[in-house]
């Protein structure tokens, strides 16, 4: 999914093919969810409806909200028993209000934090919860720093200062739900290494899936060239037993209205 003001077009089949493991790790937080028959719940950036997918099979009644259209037209041909709609995480509404708000890998995503957050306020009803997973502080703080460094080295200065992702601390982004009205009942900011799929174009290929905004406006043969700088300059740090890994840094936050 993507509701930041900067514009990313998303490859639907390129995100389940080869960066499943962003809604695979997900499975885990749909046990901390802990879905019920009888419950309504919204998942929050729903991608191509895996995890809404399970979440419906506990009996809850489950939509799935995405700004993106291609990947909303795929969760509907995959599930379609279950409701999607095209809506931004900054701007959703709902006559009924939802028991439970669900958000995997999806909030770094959203610069416009505080909008998201009076959404997700308005849209829960009283006592509802927030189940919330997504990049926190030094969130792939190696590849962003490599990629920003080979952006300048090339003169895209330009590039390199797109604020494309919103990875707070555990303070500042519990703060912010408790300014809004929240009272938040747990909080982690853990690391979890992330084993890319492709052994051979790992870091260039996650770069393409979700970095591909910092390339606007630069000509093709330039991009492959920043790519192979970035994953050549990441060997010693990413590149471990014949795996290429991504450092992620992920922040999980439950909270009740």
């Keep these: 999914m993507n509701t930041a003001s900067v514009h ?30 009888g419950e309504r719940i919204l998942d929050l ?21 995405d700004n993106s ?13 279950v409701e999607f709609k095209v809506q931004s995480a900054t701007e959703f509404y709902f006559d009924e209000h939802f028991n439970a708000i669900f958000s995997n890998a999806v909030l ?59 990875f707070p601390s555990l303070s500042e982004y519990t703060g912010l739900l408790e300014k809004r009205g929240f009272r938040v009942t747990y909080a982690a900011h853990f690391n979890r290494d992330t084993q890319l799929n492709d052994t051979e174009n790992g870091i260039k290929d ?7 905004a910092f390339f606007k406006g630069i000509d093709e043969a330039v991009v492959n060239e920043i790519l192979e700088e970035v994953q050549q300059a990441l060997v010693p740090t990413n590149y471990r037993n014949g795996q290429w890994f991504a450092d992620y840094k992920r922040l999980r936050v439950i909270a009740i209205k």
């Design 8 to 37: 990313t077009n998303w490859n639907a089949h390129l995100y389940d093919d080869k960066h499943s493991f962003v809604f695979k790790y997900g499975e885990d937080l749909v046990d901390v969810l802990k879905p019920m028959a």
């Design 69 to 81: 259209l291609e990947m909303i037209t795929k969760a509907k041909a995959a599930y379609p028993a």
């Design 45 to 65: 950036g729903c991608g191509t409806g895996y995890l809404t997918s399970i979440i419906a099979a506990s009996g809850a009644t489950v939509v799935g909200i």
């Design 108 to 166: 770094h995503w959203v610069t416009e934090k505080e909008k998201a957050i009076d959404c997700m306020y308005r849209n829960l009803k009283k006592s509802g919860r927030l189940v919330l997973e997504f990049g926190g502080k030094q969130n792939v703080e190696r590849i962003v720093t490599a990629l920003k460094s080979s952006l300048l080295k090339h003169g895209f200065a330009e590039n390199a200062a797109i604020p494309l992702w919103y």
């Design 206 to 212: 996650w770069i393409k899936m979700f970095g591909t």
